[in-house]
């Protein structure tokens, strides 16, 4: 299994180049099996999910295709997909493929949509939590679905079609929030989602939904409004930036100091994280060409961040921002609120020098300008790459192992910051 050794200590300086949001695209994919005609995706990110989910939905019949190398193309730039789901042979999406990533279970929507049947396997994904599907089954079924749990997979049924429901979330679920607004889009009447995950990745599914045809209200806001199309069609999208992957490196750069322009980053997707890492004495300028995050000088101010749907901060950059914190010039409160189990990095984390106390949802953690090299593992996506930046800062060499988490959702994370200044190489095994 491949490795990713680096060795610390040096600032990073230049560019990188932001790639195309793995949760904004997956959603965007599974959206193709709502219409015969073909769905163009551009600046889809090169990640091992991605890949793994046109496995998914080919199996469903959906044909793919991407486009080649272009003249004058940067290859650091996102490849475009064309889906195309003519004819749908198959609505079961089985436990191989779908135990290999949690969002592929959002088929359940389009397929009952567009199918009126589905029979998908029960979740798996990162392991950072129960991550139960009942907001999912509580919503299809209001909007009319039959469903059953039998084997590890739900199977779901609407003989004449979905219908138009009211349905509040008890709570701000991005998935199900994603699967009932593609399967309202061509249910009959009207559905109202109350509660609803506003997250960029949402409305980013929104707008392009709107662009295939879907009649929908209140995009960006806790209430979405659908009013049901009998068909939808084509269109050609462009995935928004990620901003988990600018998060991340910009903490990379508050840790190591120096200067990186994120290219193509776009601030009004990720206030609340940046404010947290202006905080720590790191300035953050949007420019033309994206964000530019500069660290020239001082300690790292120690900042207090709890996570929350969005507007809030991400869960998604709890991780990296507890290494941020490592490495500090005081003592920080880290709050988790989305998910239960999500500090699996502490003790990767402690194993490069970081003070962290756990008390259930809290982390405090007790900066030191000492985090030194060690063998740590990855454990999950994102508290891999806080395993990543916490090496970049620290003294000597760090080899992060089970980097196959890391595939999932950083794309080039080696070339990327080695173009910086960084040392860093996967060895392959
Ligand atoms: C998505 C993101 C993930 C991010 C998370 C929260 C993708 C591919 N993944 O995951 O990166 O960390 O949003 O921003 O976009 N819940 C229930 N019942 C349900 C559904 C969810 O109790 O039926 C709970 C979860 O256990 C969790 C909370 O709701 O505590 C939020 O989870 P949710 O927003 O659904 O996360 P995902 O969509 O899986």
Known sequence: ?????????????????????????????????????????????????????????????????????????????????????????????????????????????????????????????????????DFFIDALEAMGADIEIDKGYILASCSGGLKGAHIVFPKVSVGATHTALMAATLAQGTTILENAAREPEVSDLAHCLVGMGAKISGIGTDKLVIEGVDRLHGYRHSVIPDRIETGTYAMAVAMTGGSVLLEGAREELMESALDAIRKTGTQITQTNEGLQVTRTNGGIQPADISTEPFPGFPTDLQAQFMALMARSKGTSRI???????????????????????????????????????????????????????????????????????????????????????????????
Not at 110 to 126: E, F, I
Request: hydrophobic share 40%; proline share 3%; glycine share 10%.
């Open 1 to 133: 299994m491949d490795k990713i050794r680096i060795v610390g200590g040096n600032e990073l300086n230049g560019t990188i180049s932001i790639s195309g949001a793995k949760n904004a695209a997956l959603p965007l994919m599974i959206a193709s099996l709502l219409t015969d005609e073909t769905l163009t995706l551009e600046n889809v990110p090169r990640l091992r999910d991605v890949a793994q989910l046109t496995q998914i939905l080919s199996n469903h019949g959906v044909d793919y295709s991407v486009d080649g190398k272009r003249a004058g193309e940067d290859p650091l730039k996102g490849q475009t997909l064309h889906l195309t789901a003519g004819r749908i042979v198959d609505t079961t999406a089985p436990y191989e493929l779908v135990s290999k990533m949690r969002a592929s279970f959002w088929v359940i929507g389009p397929l009952l949509a567009r199918m009126h049947q589905a029979r998908v396997s029960l979740p798996g994904g990162c392991a950072i939590g129960t991550r139960p599907v």
């Open 335 to 429: 709050t988790e609120n989305i998910f239960e189990n999500r500090f699996m990095h502490v003790q990767e984390l402690a194993r490069l020098g970081a003070r962290i106390q756990l008390d259930g949802q809290v982390a405090t953690v007790e900066g030191t300008d000492q985090l030194h090299g060690a063998q740590v593992m990855a454990t999950d996506l994102r508290a891999s790459v806080s395993l990543v930046i916490a090496g970049l800062a620290a003294e000597g060499e760090t080899t992060v192992s089970r980097v196959y988490h890391l595939d999932r959702g950083f794309e080039r994370l080696e070339d990327k910051l080695s173009r910086c200044g960084a040392q860093i190489e996967r060895i392959s095994a």
